[in-house]
């Protein structure tokens, strides 16, 4: 609820409330159907990984999770900052074959204890195991500079919202 870029798309706290649901549902139905989701102990924290830029085995193409996400947050936020976020991610996201992070969230009360970490920590184990590299964006300073700890690192080019806050892609190449 307190992330930056959903306050932005959604400055009204009760919509943004509302929507939530319904915006997270996208990501998770598509973690589900083509990804996977990880869980802390007692679902206090989940991440949502996605292969995405073409699968590495086959070398076809993976769907693209900005599309459905572009729409949704059109169609939710009743405003053009949802399309304009899809807009700006889709153009950040790179082409080549990774598994990517659109959603990582730890419960209010418990952040600040490490369960991001440790769920992030087997996939990028699995990531160096398969030679895979992983791709997010990082939506505020304190979550870059933990990125940036397991390994990622800032691509160059931020995100920036017009009149709202910036994002920054981050690639983390697998480790041999």
């Known amino acids: 609820m307190d992330d930056p870029v959903s306050r932005w798309v959604f400055?009204?706290?009760?919509?943004?409330?509302?929507?939530?649901p319904e915006f997270f549902g996208v990501f998770l139905d598509g973690a589900l159907r083509d990804g996977w989701v990880d869980v802390a102990e007692g679902?206090?924290?989940?991440?949502?990984?996605?292969?995405?830029?073409?699968?590495?085995?086959?070398?076809?193409?993976s769907?693209?999770?900005?599309?459905?996400?572009?729409?949704?947050?059109?169609?939710?936020?009743e405003n053009d900052r949802g399309g304009i976020v899809g807009r700006?991610?889709?153009?950040?996201h790179p082409a080549r074959p990774h598994y990517y992070l659109?959603?990582?969230?730890?419960?209010?009360?418990?952040?600040?204890?490490?369960?991001?970490?440790a769920l992030l920590a087997p996939v990028l184990r699995r990531c160096d195991d398969e030679g895979m590299p992983a791709y997010l964006e990082a939506s505020n300073e304190r979550s870059k500079a933990l990125y940036e700890r397991l390994g990622f690192a800032f691509t160059g080019t931020p995100v920036e919202l017009p009149?709202?806050?910036?994002?920054?892609?981050?690639?983390?190449?697998p480790r041999s």
């Open 102 to 117: 659109p959603i990582i969230a730890v419960a209010p009360g418990h952040q600040n204890r490490g369960l991001g970490r």
């Open 11 to 20: 400055p009204d706290e009760a919509r943004r409330r509302a929507v939530h």
């Open 43 to 61: 679902h206090l924290a989940a991440a949502l990984w996605l292969p995405a830029g073409g699968d590495a085995a086959s070398g076809s193409d």
């Open 63 to 77: 769907a693209e999770p900005g599309d459905d996400v572009a729409a949704l947050l059109a169609r939710v936020a």
């Open 88 to 92: 700006l991610l889709d153009e950040a």
């Open 163 to 173: 009149d709202g806050p910036r994002m920054w892609p981050m690639w983390r190449e």
